[in-house]
């Protein structure tokens, strides 16, 4: 049957179809009379909506959906093209690592441990998985411009949290490179990506100062809320947690520092107390580095940790070669995130469409520097 001709079925079938359906027909009927290799030219948003008889709004929903699931790619300026689906049959997928590793102690723990995760469930299961590359150690815009040019050579993408994530996200999702990331994207995002719970863990520290007599509560960020869904998660379990306490009876605070280090969590913690005498009784760190900052400043000016202040981390390291590696902090399952993000992966390519968002459980863990009683609450263990 000729294009003409598939045309004419279409608008044949179009009484019986709704317009978004009859576009969806179009396309799974040129797809399977084309067999089509990456780079096959489908006509214009216009001439579609001119052939099949509805409107340019309907076909370009379509082919946006059609954009997201990785069946057509677009180019400004080229038009759209039919994408080949080659790699969910392939034994051996090329898969890109976005990863942007700094020499901070942090960093490298925080990575090193979800990288774990990734290698070891790249080595298991089918298809299996080769990553290119393990790290980017470059400045960030050497690091951007190196992502962008990957999609050619590779099947899919393991995003970590990036400056230009959104943008990279776009050329590989748009080229027909499924993505999954660590932490959703967006608030509204629900699909294609692995996170801790970060809400359900910070909503039970709020709940647990709450009800224990926390009066003036602060949360230390290292990144501003704009640039960070995962620390918009917690504060929105944090605001949870409070209930109608908050504003009222409990006084809520935001202490910004300048990253996850200790030295960033030490100043920061220390300017907010100096800064107009400012009251504290409950502190989360979203780093663990930065609550052992926050904990060394409390101290040299007198606070008792935790019958004073109560003193939490976000992130769950090993501490032990620390001064404190009791610190009450919320553990990220991080080699179970690399695994779920490999897992994901395989599943986006093999399904060809976006899949649902996994969230792991984050318990508490540690115990020294908040009290019995909240330590209960939190499902800590201490002896």
């Known amino acids: 049957?000729?294009?003409?001709?598939?045309?004419?079925?279409?608008?044949?079938?179009?009484?019986?179809?709704?317009?978004?359906?009859?576009?969806?027909?179009?396309?799974?009927?040129?797809?399977?009379?084309?067999?089509?290799?990456?780079?096959?030219?489908?006509?214009?948003?216009?001439?579609?909506?001119?052939?099949?008889?509805?409107?340019?709004?309907?076909?370009?929903?379509?082919?946006?959906?059609?954009?997201?699931?990785?069946?057509?790619?677009?180019?400004?300026?080229?038009?759209?093209?039919?994408?080949?689906?080659?790699?969910?049959?392939?034994?051996?997928?090329?898969?890109?690592?976005?990863?942007?590793?700094?020499?901070?102690?942090?960093?490298?723990?925080?990575?090193?441990q979800i990288s774990n995760g990734i290698l070891r469930a790249a080595a298991q299961g089918r298809p299996r998985i080769k990553l290119l590359p393990l790290a980017h150690r470059l400045e960030l815009p050497e690091a951007t411009e190196d992502l962008l040019n990957e999609w050619r050579r590779v099947d899919g993408l393991i995003l970590f949290p990036f400056p230009s994530g959104r943008k990279i996200r776009q050329v590989y999702e748009s080229n027909g490179k499924p993505v999954v990331e660590l932490n959703p994207p967006s608030d509204a995002a629900t699909t294609d990506f692995v996170a801790p719970d970060y809400f359900e863990a910070s909503r039970r520290i709020a709940h647990a100062w709450r009800e224990t007599g926390r009066t003036h509560v602060a949360l230390m960020l290292h990144a501003p809320l704009d640039r960070s869904s995962s620390n918009r998660a917690r504060l929105s379990g944090l605001v949870n947690g409070l209930g109608v306490k908050m504003g009222r009876e409990i006084a809520f605070q935001m202490i910004q520092a300048d990253a996850a280090r200790e030295e960033s969590g030490y100043r920061a913690m220390a300017q907010f107390l100096e800064k107009n005498g400012k009251r504290v009784d409950a502190v989360y760190c979203v780093a663990d580095l930065q609550a052992l900052g926050a904990l060394r400043a409390l101290k040299e000016r007198g606070w008792r940790v935790p019958e004073d202040v109560s003193l939490v981390g976000g992130t769950g390291m090993d501490l032990s070669a620390t001064g404190c590696p009791g610190l009450t902090r919320m553990r990220q399952p991080l080699r179970q995130i690399g695994e779920a993000l490999v897992h994901l992966l395989r599943r986006r390519i093999r399904e060809e469409r976006p899949v649902p968002g996994v969230v792991l459980e984050a318990p508490w863990i540690g115990g020294e520097t908040t009290r019995p009683e909240e330590n209960g609450m939190l499902g800590i263990e201490t002896r």
């Open 1 to 112: 049957m000729d294009l003409h001709s598939l045309r004419q079925s279409a608008r044949a079938a179009r009484p019986r179809l709704r317009p978004s359906e009859a576009v969806w027909l179009y396309i799974e009927r040129e797809a399977a009379r084309h067999r089509p290799a990456d780079g096959n030219r489908l006509p214009t948003i216009r001439q579609v909506a001119e052939d099949l008889d509805v409107s340019v709004r309907t076909v370009q929903s379509v082919f946006q959906k059609l954009a997201r699931r990785g069946t057509i790619r677009s180019e400004v300026g080229k038009g759209s093209f039919l994408v080949t689906s080659s790699a969910r049959n392939r034994d051996l997928l090329d898969i890109a690592l976005g990863l942007h590793a700094t020499l901070d102690v942090f960093d490298e723990q925080w990575h090193q």
